[in-house]
């Protein structure tokens, strides 16, 4: 398993933009897809984006289509997430996962960070 490290996130206004990182241990990063998950309070953790191993294809949920974009860096094995046009309901706990299957099944994912919140404020 890879060791997942997540930073950026904090508390924004609606309409705000914030960049969260997520650092992998190991050498082993590029043979992983990668995907960053939320969970809400009170709500189950949902799929927010996945990456393919080479960073060539990504999947998003529908609610952040155009909004956010995940990007990964193989040299440094980090993975990012750009969230842009940020709305309160946003607000949630975002996971970094890494898995040996790239999709939207966040059963797929085997290794998970720690968590960074994220507080939208309206």
């Known amino acids: 398993q890879v060791q997942l490290v997540e930073s950026g996130g904090g508390l924004v206004q609606a309409g705000g933009s914030l960049r969260l990182s997520c650092a992998a241990s190991?050498?082993?990063?590029?043979?992983?897809?990668m995907a960053w998950l939320r969970q809400a309070p009170g709500k189950e953790r949902e799929f927010v984006a996945a990456i393919n191993r080479s960073g060539g294809s990504s999947l998003y949920a529908d609610f952040v289509k155009g909004r956010f974009t995940i990007s990964r860096d193989n040299a440094k094995n980090t993975v990012s997430l750009q969230m842009n046009s940020l709305k309160p309901e946003d607000t949630a706990v975002y996971y970094c996962a890494a898995g040996r299957g790239y999709s939207s099944a966040a059963g797929l994912y085997d290794s998970w960070g720690q968590g960074t919140q994220v507080t939208v404020s309206s």
């Open positions: 190991g050498r082993t990063f590029s043979s992983y897809a």
